[in-house]
């Protein structure tokens, strides 16, 4: 076991999940205030107390250990913007309007996972921070699955319903580092971008998803993973991602990296690289294994859309935003798909 130091600690308390949440309540002038906590939890059921620690050298500590009652929202799986905002210091986290009042007159955020309103029982001391001991006065229930932070990212408890009959579940199985979508999601909320979620059942071929999202086949981001063989032993893995009514062309990108040769993937490797299953793969080389290029023609769009690590959610983001979030190499690698016979009469 390696030697206790802050960093080792700090490292391994970052690999515990924990719920996140956010913690509101309103002083005696009715000025409100919160902050994002993922240390909280039951405590008793009888009498029904919760826990939820507080840093000493937050700005909101005095509000909190002086308040007559608080409440705690646990955040949706949709919420990752919410929680970076009640984190973020120097501004009013109350500006976006996320928080409306509820039970008790207390900010609340509508459609968490779930939502408990709480008289102050008792702070305690826990070193650098306190933990506030709330006794349950009433609880909420939402239909949403919850947001969970592990490892310093926004990750998902449950997983999407598998794709009936259509491959894996959309979670690559021995994918390396954090969940895709969760990483995907953290990373459009932390830089304010502009994209917006689609629901739609499991599906990951381009065309029928791209019907299902309601728009035109181009603007689809077709995302595959390709092996470049540079000589006997080295390669170089690509996410090579062309405008969904085009075909990636293999012998172009040998020559963008002087090969000697090109074909794609194998599955197993791609979904590893890519951290998720084929026809859910993100136009973001997250791995990095994986060089990105995109064809210059889908960008040509205000806005792209692709699968969201996922086989029934997909993402539609302005491609403004997309370039400078993903820093991709910009080459022609797109040549049109051959025409299709129709069929014998």
Known sequence: ????????????????????????????????????????????????????????????????????????????????????????????????GDAVPMEFGLPGIPDATARVACVLERVVDGGDHSVLIGRVEAAEVGRHAPLVYCDRSFRHAVPPPPATGRGPAPAAAGSDGPDAYGRLLELLVRNRAAFRLIDHEPEGRTGPVSLLRGHDLDRAAKCLVVRVALGKRDRQYVLAVVPGDRQVDLDGLRDLYAGTGTSFAAREMAERLAGSVSGSILPFAFHPDLDLVVDPDLLAHREIFFNAARLDRSVALATDDYLPLSTPKVERIARPRPPVDPPAR
């Open 1 to 96: 076991m390696t030697s206790l130091s802050p960093e080792v600690f700090t490292r391994a308390m970052a690999r515990v999940p924990g719920p996140v949440t956010v913690v509101t309540t309103v002083d005696a002038l009715g000025r409100r205030w919160g902050f994002t906590a993922s240390s909280f939890s039951s405590l008793s059921l009888d009498p029904p107390l919760v826990l939820v620690c507080l840093d000493k050298g937050a700005s909101t500590y005095e509000a909190f250990t002086t308040a007559r009652r608080f409440m705690v929202s646990v955040l949706a799986e949709e919420q990752a913007r919410v929680a970076l905002g009640f984190a973020t210091s120097g501004v009013d986290r109350f500006q976006g």
